[in-house]
């Protein structure tokens, strides 16, 4: 936050070459400290205007770390579609032509063909090159996804950060180190929320909070989804669930990764908040469909929360009168269409006819109502 106000002028448009786009990883991020694998990054937001951040878990972080980096700073825009290789304190801009347009999936499978398989890569996808305001930087299917800075990288053709190392991250006392680190483990392992948050990770909250009326329904009309029970964490686990996963250096494997599903390839991570955003928030009960539309969000690069907030939006529009079925494009944006926030996601990924408007987010999508809302 500090390098960024200090590196920006003011005013200047978050898509600009001016924007200073960051990407930080902690003080212990790469040590054997539990749940110490996350990243920050950072840039004047395209979706707000004002700070933008965003975080991520999974190997990202510790692997820049082990390639003997803290911070990569990104300024100006390239010619041409380019990405970044980082190894064992050097830096690379290697040409990505033949990767712009491809899947974050797609794009990460190449980077680590040539790189080596224990590379990490945080890429974007479609959504970021085509600038929808809240576009993602993924890796493996891990989002840092708030604030729409997979904009800004796609602004400055930026098309993937790869990491590759096997540096150590020094720790000046490592005997006293190691007896925190193992006592925090041990802390973690046996608090009394841990053996729930192992079994279900996030997912388990939906029941919870639409139990206690605060689970966002219908474009928050209601606090309780009458259909809970249908997309949640018990039925994501006893019906599509393939295996937990972890981030680095942590004990809980809280990651529910899905897949098996009968109409779609759903396979991805799935958490709470999509659940509700492109769930309950759109009355859509329909879980594979919610799975599927959750993959298509991690492959193409959208937020997860924004895309089904902005959908959301403009469902309740529509059912109040203000849009019609013309002004969509022919979209029946009734609650709980799936088939619907699915089509939304195509067009808001290649910013197509009325997803066009959806790619401006919320807030600019509601200006052209004006007072209605």
């Keep these: 936050a500090r390098l960024l106000f200090d590196m920006l002028s003011p005013g200047i448009s978050p898509l600009s070459p001016e924007n200073v786009l960051i990407f930080a990883a902690g003080p212990i991020n790469g040590t054997s400290w539990p749940q110490s694998g996350r990243y920050e ?43 970044i290789h980082i190894e064992n304190g050097k830096a690379e801009l290697i040409p990505a032509t033949d990767l712009w347009g491809a899947t974050t999936l797609d794009a990460e499978k190449e980077i680590k063909a040539k790189h080596g398989e224990d590379t990490k890569v945080a890429s974007i996808g479609p ?12 890796h493996d299917h891990r989002a840092a996804a708030r604030t729409g800075l997979g904009a800004v990288m796609g602004a400055k053709n930026l098309k993937a950060i790869s990491v590759r190392g096997d540096r150590k991250v020094p720790v000046a006392n490592e005997e ?63 019906e599509f669930m393939l295996r937990k996963r972890g981030c680095y250096n942590c004990p809980l494997h ?8 009968k109409r779609w390839n759903i396979e991805s991570k799935i958490e709470y908040e999509t659940l509700s955003s492109l769930g309950s928030r759109c009355g859509n009960s329909d ?23 902005v959908i959301a939006f403009a469902m309740e529009c529509y059912e109040r009168g203000f849009l019609t079925k013309e002004e969509t494009g022919g979209i029946e944006l009734t609650w ?38």
Excluded at 128 to 135: C, I, M, R, S, Y
Aim: net charge positive; glycine share 12%.
């Design 41 to 83: 990054v950072a840039a004047k937001s395209p979706l707000t205007g004002l700070y933008g951040e965003a975080n991520s878990g999974g190997h990202w972080g510790a692997t820049l770390k082990f390639a003997g980096f803290d911070i990569v700073i990104i300024q100006g825009k390239a010619s041409k579609p380019v990405r």
């Design 127 to 138: 959504a970021g090159e085509n600038l929808v305001k809240f576009a993602a930087i993924m």
């Design 287 to 309: 879980l594979e469909a919610l799975l599927y539309a959750n993959r298509l969000c991690n492959i193409y690069g959208l937020d997860t929360i924004s895309c089904g907030g």
């Design 336 to 373: 709980g269409n799936a088939d619907a926030i699915i089509q939304c996601i195509e067009l808001i990924t290649r910013r197509e006819g009325f997803g066009n408007l959806l790619a401006e987010g919320t807030a600019n999508f509601a200006k052209r109502f004006g007072d209605k809302v």
């Design 176 to 238: 006293r180190f190691e007896e925190l680190t193992k006592e925090a483990r041990r802390r973690l392992i046996s608090h009394e929320f841990s053996p729930s948050t192992m079994k279900y990770g996030t997912t388990i909250l939906v029941e919870l909070m639409s139990e206690i009326g605060r689970f966002p329904t219908r474009n928050f009309q209601s606090g309780v989804f009458e259909e809970a029970e249908k997309i949640g964490g018990e039925r994501i686990i006893r």
């Design 254 to 261: 809280c990651e529910t990764y899905v897949g098996k599903g």
